[in-house]
């Protein structure tokens, strides 16, 4: 049974850091493609970042996650990471994680296999 499970969300101030995790069980997590979206209130849900399986090439949303945020994953561990460095309140959202065995980009409709999501909230 493939189960991705995120966590590491919480309230930091603005310029603070967090890490998120997304533990997966059920497969192999770098036979995957694994991408973190994000979902704001009356927003649609869009990409953040994603990862391909095996070489793990990385690719970023658009330019306001760029410079900030980091994917990376830990096949020991089978877990991927999303590490958020300088945040602003503008990235408040529920974080989610996804997997894929096919890379299909940045189209969420592409991943067949979700995380619950993780609320990341960046006030003062």
């Known amino acids: 049974q493939v189960q991705l499970v995120e966590s590491g969300g919480g309230l930091v101030q603005p310029g603070g850091s967090l890490r998120l995790s997304c533990a997966a069980s059920?497969?192999?997590?770098?036979?995957?493609?694994i991408g973190w979206f994000r979902q704001a209130p009356g927003k649609e849900r869009e990409k953040v970042s994603c990862?391909?399986?095996?070489?793990?090439?990385?690719?970023y949303g658009d330019s306001s996650v760029k410079g900030r945020f980091t994917i990376s994953k830990d096949n020991t561990k089978n877990t991927a990471y999303l590490q958020m460095n300088s945040l602003k309140p503008e990235d408040t959202a529920v974080y989610y994680c996804?997997?894929?065995?096919?890379?299909?980009?940045?189209?969420?409709?592409?991943?067949?296999?979700w995380g619950q999501g993780t609320q990341v909230t960046v006030s003062s």
């Open positions: 059920g497969f192999t997590l770098d036979d995957y493609a």
């Open positions: 996804a997997a894929n065995p096919r890379w299909v980009g940045a189209d969420p409709s592409g991943y067949g296999y």
């Open positions: 990862i391909t399986s095996g070489d793990g090439l990385t690719y």
